[in-house]
């Protein structure tokens, strides 16, 4: 599997961007695409999913209003439309599809580790003041 983002850049506060992370090779065996992001300076975050089955989609509680996640057309791609940016929204956005078993999660069940797990190269947001 290969996931290749794309879409980022360098925009001003308030305005939006959309990002795309585009799945390829056996991506049958995932459920699950992550976007994370790390500011400079800064540990990695969690902030958005979408399920491949079902309609299923979230964002955490810092960018929601302002984040949405969804999947496209072509169901091997999932966006991240980000509205009202912000200059502490400027990091490096990954994504991250798993699937298969869980093979190991620590006792928050905050990291886990699947059976089939694949990163984007991440693609560079940049948010000037």
């Known amino acids: 599997v290969q996931l290749v983002e794309s879409g980022g850049g360098l925009v001003h506060t308030g305005d939006s961007l959309r990002i795309s992370c585009a799945a390829s090779?056996?991506?049958?065996?995932?459920?699950?695409m992550f976007w994370y992001r790390q500011p400079p300076g800064k540990e990695r975050e969690l902030v958005a999913a979408a399920h491949f089955g079902g309609n299923v989609t979230t964002v955490v509680e810092s960018v929601r209003g302002r984040f949405t996640v969804s999947r496209g057309v072509a169901e091997n791609t999932v966006y991240l439309q980000m509205n009202s940016l912000k200059p502490e929204d400027t990091a490096v956005y990954s994504c991250?599809?798993?699937?298969?078993?869980?093979?190991?999660?620590?006792?928050?069940?905050?990291?886990?580790?699947?059976?089939?797990?694949?990163w984007g190269q991440g693609t560079q947001v940049t948010v000037s003041s």
């Open positions: 991250r599809a798993v699937g298969g078993r869980i093979l190991w999660t620590d006792s928050s069940r905050k990291n886990v580790k699947y059976e089939y797990e694949y």
């Open positions: 090779g056996s991506t049958d065996r995932l459920a699950v």
